[in-house]
Protein backbone atom coordinates (compact mmCIF):
# COMPACT_ATOMS: atom_id res chain seq x y z
CA UNK A 1 0.00 0.00 0.00
CA UNK A 2 1.55 3.40 -1.27
CA UNK A 3 2.05 6.16 1.50
CA UNK A 4 -0.57 8.35 -0.45
CA UNK A 5 -3.51 5.48 0.58
CA UNK A 6 -2.20 4.84 4.15
CA UNK A 7 -2.62 8.64 4.75
CA UNK A 8 -6.24 8.71 2.87
CA UNK A 9 -6.79 5.56 5.40
CA UNK A 10 -6.21 6.91 8.04
CA UNK A 11 -8.27 10.00 7.89
CA UNK A 12 -11.18 7.86 7.15
CA UNK A 13 -10.23 6.22 10.36
CA UNK A 14 -9.76 9.63 12.07
CA UNK A 15 -13.02 11.11 10.53
CA UNK A 16 -15.47 8.05 11.53
CA UNK A 17 -13.50 7.38 15.17
CA UNK A 18 -14.55 11.16 15.69
CA UNK A 19 -18.38 10.76 14.06
CA UNK A 20 -18.79 7.72 16.74
CA UNK A 21 -17.38 9.83 19.47
CA UNK A 22 -19.21 12.85 18.72
CA UNK A 23 -22.52 10.47 18.66
CA UNK A 24 -21.50 8.42 21.68
CA UNK A 25 -21.08 11.44 23.82
CA UNK A 26 -24.89 12.21 22.85
CA UNK A 27 -26.33 8.69 23.57
CA UNK A 28 -24.37 8.29 26.67
CA UNK A 29 -25.61 11.85 28.05
CA UNK A 30 -29.16 10.76 27.07
CA UNK A 31 -28.96 6.87 28.32
CA UNK A 32 -26.09 6.64 30.59
CA UNK A 33 -23.55 4.06 30.34
CA UNK A 34 -26.43 0.89 30.86
CA UNK A 35 -28.69 2.41 28.98
CA UNK A 36 -26.66 3.52 25.58
CA UNK A 37 -26.15 0.58 23.30
CA UNK A 38 -23.49 0.07 20.17
CA UNK A 39 -26.82 0.04 17.68
CA UNK A 40 -28.09 3.20 18.92
CA UNK A 41 -24.22 4.59 18.33
CA UNK A 42 -23.67 3.43 15.41
CA UNK A 43 -27.33 4.63 14.08
CA UNK A 44 -26.48 8.03 15.33
CA UNK A 45 -23.37 8.15 14.08
CA UNK A 46 -25.11 6.89 10.63
CA UNK A 47 -22.46 3.83 10.55
CA UNK A 48 -23.47 0.77 10.40
CA UNK A 49 -22.80 -1.23 13.64
CA UNK A 50 -19.64 -3.55 12.23
CA UNK A 51 -17.90 -0.43 11.65
CA UNK A 52 -18.12 0.76 14.95
CA UNK A 53 -16.89 -2.56 16.20
CA UNK A 54 -14.35 -2.75 13.98
CA UNK A 55 -12.66 0.66 15.44
CA UNK A 56 -13.62 0.37 18.88
CA UNK A 57 -14.26 -4.07 19.80
CA UNK A 58 -17.31 -2.85 21.78
CA UNK A 59 -19.33 -0.07 24.39
CA UNK A 60 -17.02 -0.32 27.31
CA UNK A 61 -13.88 0.47 24.71
CA UNK A 62 -16.14 3.85 23.16
CA UNK A 63 -16.68 4.72 26.67
CA UNK A 64 -13.81 4.84 27.98
CA UNK A 65 -12.25 6.84 24.41
CA UNK A 66 -15.34 9.31 25.75
CA UNK A 67 -13.88 9.50 28.74
CA UNK A 68 -10.43 10.31 27.81
CA UNK A 69 -11.74 12.67 25.27
CA UNK A 70 -13.63 13.88 28.22
CA UNK A 71 -10.43 14.43 30.93
CA UNK A 72 -8.15 15.95 28.05
CA UNK A 73 -10.65 18.75 28.09
CA UNK A 74 -11.04 18.92 31.39
CA UNK A 75 -7.64 19.23 32.12
CA UNK A 76 -7.29 22.47 29.38
CA UNK A 77 -10.43 23.64 31.52
CA UNK A 78 -9.56 22.89 34.90
CA UNK A 79 -6.95 26.29 34.91
CA UNK A 80 -3.81 26.66 36.45
CA UNK A 81 -3.49 28.37 39.75
CA UNK A 82 0.21 29.66 40.34
CA UNK A 83 2.01 31.61 43.33
CA UNK A 84 3.45 34.07 41.72
CA UNK A 85 0.48 35.21 39.89
CA UNK A 86 -0.90 36.35 43.51
CA UNK A 87 -4.57 35.45 44.37
CA UNK A 88 -6.63 38.21 41.91
CA UNK A 89 -4.87 37.04 39.01
CA UNK A 90 -4.98 32.98 39.70
CA UNK A 91 -8.76 32.92 40.79
CA UNK A 92 -9.51 34.98 37.49
CA UNK A 93 -8.05 32.98 35.44
CA UNK A 94 -9.03 29.73 37.03
CA UNK A 95 -12.99 31.03 37.11
CA UNK A 96 -12.67 32.21 32.99
CA UNK A 97 -11.01 29.01 32.24
CA UNK A 98 -13.94 26.59 33.80
CA UNK A 99 -16.35 28.55 32.61
CA UNK A 100 -15.17 28.79 29.08
CA UNK A 101 -15.25 24.89 29.20
CA UNK A 102 -18.70 24.43 30.29
CA UNK A 103 -20.06 27.10 27.63
CA UNK A 104 -17.78 25.56 24.95
CA UNK A 105 -17.85 22.10 25.72
CA UNK A 106 -21.18 21.30 27.31
CA UNK A 107 -21.54 17.49 26.96
CA UNK A 108 -17.94 17.04 28.33
CA UNK A 109 -18.88 18.29 31.54
CA UNK A 110 -22.53 16.96 31.95
CA UNK A 111 -20.57 13.26 30.75
CA UNK A 112 -17.85 14.01 33.42
CA UNK A 113 -20.80 14.59 36.14
CA UNK A 114 -22.65 11.49 34.99
CA UNK A 115 -19.94 9.06 35.66
CA UNK A 116 -19.34 10.69 39.32
CA UNK A 117 -22.76 10.61 40.02
CA UNK A 118 -22.94 7.01 39.13
CA UNK A 119 -19.76 6.14 40.97
CA UNK A 120 -17.12 6.90 39.28
CA UNK A 121 -16.23 3.13 38.24
CA UNK A 122 -14.38 4.22 35.33
CA UNK A 123 -12.51 7.36 36.91
CA UNK A 124 -11.86 6.17 40.39
CA UNK A 125 -7.89 6.10 39.62
CA UNK A 126 -8.31 9.95 37.96
CA UNK A 127 -10.08 11.02 40.97
CA UNK A 128 -7.40 9.07 43.79
CA UNK A 129 -4.30 9.93 41.57
CA UNK A 130 -4.32 13.32 39.67
CA UNK A 131 -7.20 15.02 41.12
CA UNK A 132 -6.65 14.53 44.77
CA UNK A 133 -2.67 15.29 44.11
CA UNK A 134 -4.32 18.39 41.80
CA UNK A 135 -6.41 19.77 45.11
CA UNK A 136 -4.53 19.38 47.52
CA UNK A 137 -1.51 20.95 45.82
CA UNK A 138 -3.54 24.02 45.06
CA UNK A 139 -5.10 24.22 48.17
CA UNK A 140 -1.34 25.01 49.41
CA UNK A 141 -0.97 27.98 47.36
CA UNK A 142 -4.35 29.40 48.52
CA UNK A 143 -3.48 28.69 52.52
CA UNK A 144 -0.09 30.59 51.58
CA UNK A 145 -1.96 34.13 50.51
CA UNK A 146 -4.29 33.06 53.11
CA UNK A 147 -0.94 33.18 55.74
CA UNK A 148 0.48 35.84 53.72
CA UNK A 149 -2.99 38.54 54.47
CA UNK A 150 -3.46 38.67 50.86
CA UNK A 151 -7.20 37.11 51.11
CA UNK A 152 -9.98 36.14 53.64
CA UNK A 153 -9.18 32.92 55.94
CA UNK A 154 -11.53 30.20 54.06
CA UNK A 155 -11.13 26.62 53.18
CA UNK A 156 -8.97 26.24 50.26
CA UNK A 157 -10.68 23.09 49.10
CA UNK A 158 -14.57 24.38 49.66
CA UNK A 159 -13.05 27.24 47.55
CA UNK A 160 -11.94 25.02 44.89
CA UNK A 161 -15.85 22.85 45.36
CA UNK A 162 -17.12 26.08 45.09
CA UNK A 163 -15.71 27.51 41.56
CA UNK A 164 -16.31 23.91 39.96
CA UNK A 165 -19.71 23.60 40.96
CA UNK A 166 -20.67 27.60 40.09
CA UNK A 167 -19.02 27.53 36.61
CA UNK A 168 -20.08 23.62 35.88
CA UNK A 169 -23.68 24.22 36.84
CA UNK A 170 -23.95 26.73 33.12
CA UNK A 171 -22.68 22.87 31.37
CA UNK A 172 -24.69 20.39 33.52
CA UNK A 173 -27.85 22.44 34.40
CA UNK A 174 -27.63 24.19 30.29
CA UNK A 175 -31.34 22.57 29.98
CA UNK A 176 -32.94 24.26 33.23
CA UNK A 177 -30.65 27.85 32.98
CA UNK A 178 -32.34 27.94 29.57
CA UNK A 179 -35.22 27.21 29.76
CA UNK A 180 -35.80 29.57 32.81
CA UNK A 181 -34.43 32.34 30.72
CA UNK A 182 -36.70 31.46 27.66
CA UNK A 183 -33.87 30.85 25.49
CA UNK A 184 -32.79 28.28 22.77
CA UNK A 185 -29.22 28.33 23.03
CA UNK A 186 -26.26 30.30 24.94
CA UNK A 187 -25.22 33.94 22.92
CA UNK A 188 -21.33 34.12 23.04
CA UNK A 189 -21.58 37.47 25.47
CA UNK A 190 -23.01 35.15 27.68
CA UNK A 191 -19.85 33.60 28.69
CA UNK A 192 -18.17 37.04 29.44
CA UNK A 193 -21.18 38.24 31.43
CA UNK A 194 -20.77 34.99 33.57
CA UNK A 195 -17.38 34.64 34.05
CA UNK A 196 -17.19 38.70 35.20
CA UNK A 197 -20.27 37.53 37.81
CA UNK A 198 -18.94 34.87 39.16
CA UNK A 199 -15.35 36.25 39.35
CA UNK A 200 -16.80 39.66 40.69
CA UNK A 201 -18.72 38.00 43.44
CA UNK A 202 -15.47 35.32 44.19
CA UNK A 203 -13.40 37.82 44.60
CA UNK A 204 -15.12 40.43 47.16
CA UNK A 205 -16.22 37.45 48.99
CA UNK A 206 -12.35 36.84 49.46
CA UNK A 207 -11.82 40.58 50.46
CA UNK A 208 -9.81 40.94 47.33
CA UNK A 209 -9.85 44.03 45.43
Known amino acids: MTDTS ?4 GKIRIKSEQKILIAAQDEFITHGYKGATVQSIADQAGLPKANVLYYFKNKENIYHAVLEQTLDMWD ?11 PKV ?19 SKIYAMEIIQGAQHLKEFARTYLRKWVREKSK ?8 GRMTEVDPVNLIFLIWSTTQHYADFETQILTIMNRADYEEEDIEHVTQFLTGFILKGLGIE
Do not use: H, L, R, T
Request: hydrophobic share 45%.
Open 6 to 9: NKKQ
Open 76 to 86: EGIGDIIYEDG
Open 90 to 108: AIEKFVAAKVNMSFKAPKA
Open 141 to 148: VFQQWINE
